[in-house]
DNA sequence: GCGGGCATCGTATAAATATGCATGGCTTTG
DNA sequence: CAAAGCCATGCATATTTATACGATGCCCGC
């Protein structure tokens, strides 16, 4: 094997490259760790991410750490609402939202998560959801924080 | 355009799909949304995907929400280890530490900032780190210490 | 020393993802 | 309504990433 330093050590150069600087692909971090003296292939580097647990996003190769977490990370209620909401209805002491067909788990899931205090419960179908607030007083409140979250 | 159900409507699809089981790529979404009537290309999915800031990781598209970096939040001593060390060598009562040229100086002064009881003293060369420890006993642990650092 | 097992790596290529360009529909403006 | 502008999209293809396979080096026991 070649004028080998060790794959470890080449390990720690691409760990230091990209927290420096955005990689915008395997071939550009190639190209930089042969400024460092350091030769290998594309399909080294491919290995190398992988067991380094870096991932590519928009903005260069990043630690996957950060996203260790469950797969049900759901995107913010405003983000929610933009997708999916087609309407509000009031009524009394409860709201109904309509999304597109099979909307309305995720929807209901972001309303939950977002803790508001008026909201008692929701019941989501298929395409309707159901908050349930204790009088229609808090839900015209629960109404507004909603429609502002929607700009 | 075909029946399309609106972009809208897809996203919020993918949103639901992505979170719900893994998608292991764009071709794996383009089925399961086949199967939900959604009839779209890979590129498609492609332009989706970067809009809806979903990256790929080993375990399917995850929200990019989630996005901390810090490689280098790591102990100094673990962050000197990764970029400069290239072998280790224990010999009796010491270690000797192979780095690139000019490297040996900055890892040293990692190594003594670290503190370790075991360490009586350690020369920095070029390219060697010469740390001395009272007994061989104490290298062993010292050496273990270090290569844990390594993970 | 000699073979076996293991790890690393390059080459070639497959698989996955991104993109230039053209099309068709929708909306706005006059 | 026509013309213009804009979006969303598909198709074809370029670019990027992953992998099957074989070669080489290293360590270890005999």
Same mark, same amino acid.
Do not use: C, W
């Given at each position: 094997?070649?004028?080998?330093?060790?794959?470890?050590?080449?390990?720690?150069?691409?760990?230091?490259?990209?927290?420096?600087?955005?990689?915008?692909?395997? &071939? &550009?971090?190639?190209?930089?760790?042969?400024? *460092?003296?350091?030769?290998?292939?594309?399909?080294?580097?491919? *290995?190398?991410?992988? !067991?380094?647990?870096?991932?590519?996003?928009? !903005?260069?190769?990043?630690?996957?750490?950060?996203?260790?977490?469950?797969?049900?990370?759901?995107?913010?209620?405003?983000?929610?609402?933009?997708?999916?909401?087609? &309407?509000?209805?009031?009524?009394?002491?409860?709201?109904?939202? /309509?999304?597109?067909?099979?909307?309305?788990?995720?929807?209901?899931?972001?309303?939950?998560?977002?803790?508001?205090?008026?909201?008692?419960?929701?019941?989501?179908?298929? &395409?309707?959801?159901?908050?349930?607030?204790? *009088?229609?007083?808090?839900?015209?409140?629960?109404? /507004?924080?909603?429609?502002?979250?929607?700009?």
């Amino acid at each position: 094997m070649a004028i080998h330093a060790g794959k470890k050590y080449r390990h720690g150069q691409i760990l230091n490259l990209v927290a420096s600087e955005p990689v915008s692909s395997q &071939d &550009d971090l190639r190209r930089r760790l042969a400024q *460092r003296k350091l030769r290998v292939t594309q399909a080294t580097l491919s *290995r190398d991410l992988q !067991e380094l647990k870096l991932i590519k996003t928009p !903005e260069g190769y990043k630690p996957a750490a950060a996203l260790a977490e469950d797969a049900s990370a759901l995107p913010p209620l405003a983000h929610a609402l933009r997708e999916f909401l087609l &309407d509000i209805r009031p009524a009394e002491n409860m709201l109904v939202l /309509k999304t597109p067909p099979g909307g309305a788990q995720a929807l209901a899931a972001a309303v939950d998560r977002a803790k508001f205090p008026e909201v008692a419960g929701t019941i989501a179908g298929d &395409d309707t959801v159901l908050i349930i607030t204790a *009088r229609r007083k808090t839900r015209e409140s629960l109404q /507004k924080k909603i429609e502002a979250e929607l700009q």
